[in-house]
């Protein structure tokens, strides 16, 4: 403390001990909004993630969000940390869920009934024939009229309950007022990245299990099912940034003690690891 003050000048006290304890500063609620939603979307996404059965390193190709118009600023300056985060290629923000979600109506008739008595029936009707702008103008709070025996009609967000489905190929979830919707079909490209990615870590692993320094140069001997061949030599550049490999060499037959036989689903493949020693 004397010797930071003795710099600084800032304070008065001779000892720290006889300070104040220092005052909290006023909060950043812009930094507050986007630290939120990016948390509330990757929340979202890794529920999803455990649902499909799709491992977080697997990589996936997009994820679509939607959020009210207070939000999409913060979510889109926040877009590359979400990206990194989820392990997800590209972002798109929507002003709604409707190009996500499939939506219908039902007849909330609770509501209904009281209101329309012996036409509760052809009001029914009518909202189960509702269309997805007719709904969403609903669930914003506007009301809609039905025309039912030459007459019109006004129902509102209270007289319908919205009947929600995935389109097919996605997950969604909601929390409210952020919906998340991620494309869960997976292609080569994007298999054998999550396979490379999986191969990443089964060496880090066995680098420390062997008591390497995180500074050793390796050399990487492999061998294994002909998917898992093809993505290691796919992203051989990737694999060897990632674990300081100056080379990797398909092969079975090295085993200087660090050799591990490994299962990723239905891919096995061996993985031989050895430390290059620099002669001085």
Request: no cysteine.
């Amino acid at each position: 403390y004397q010797n930071l003050n003795s710099v600084t000048g800032k304070e008065s006290y001779e000892s720290i001990h006889l300070s104040e304890y220092p005052k909290v500063g006023k909060t950043d609620k812009e930094l507050e909004l986007k630290m939120d939603i990016a948390q509330r979307v990757v929340y979202l996404t890794r529920a999803m993630r455990a649902k499909e059965n799709l491992k977080v390193r697997q990589p996936l190709k997009k994820i679509v969000i939607a959020v009210e118009p207070g939000m999409r600023e913060a979510l889109a300056i926040m877009k590359d940390v979400i990206l990194d985060e989820v392990n997800i290629k590209e972002l798109v923000i929507l002003e709604d869920d409707s190009e996500i979600v499939q939506k219908s109506a039902k007849a909330n008739f609770k509501s209904i009934g009281p209101r329309f008595g012996k036409q509760v029936k052809q009001v029914a009707a009518a909202i189960t024939a509702l269309g997805k702008s007719e709904i969403s103008k609903l669930e914003a709070g506007e009301e809609i009229s039905l025309s039912i025996d030459d007459s019109e009609l006004t129902i509102t967000k209270e007289d319908i309950i919205v009947i929600s489905s995935e389109i097919k190929g996605w997950a969604v979830e909601s929390d409210g007022t952020v919906t998340v919707a991620i494309d869960k079909e997976l292609d080569e490209q994007l298999i054998a990245e999550g396979l490379a990615r999986e191969f990443v870590n089964r060496v880090q692993n066995m680098r420390k299990g062997a008591g390497f320094e995180v500074t050793d140069k390796i050399k990487i001997y492999y061998s294994g099912s002909e998917l898992m061949i093809d993505a290691v030599e796919l992203f051989n550049q990737y694999i060897a940034n990632e674990t300081l490999a100056e080379s990797l060499q398909q092969s079975g037959n090295e085993n200087n003690g660090f050799k591990q036989d490994w299962e990723i689903g239905e891919q096995t493949f061996s993985i031989n690891i050895e430390k290059i020693s620099f002669k001085t």
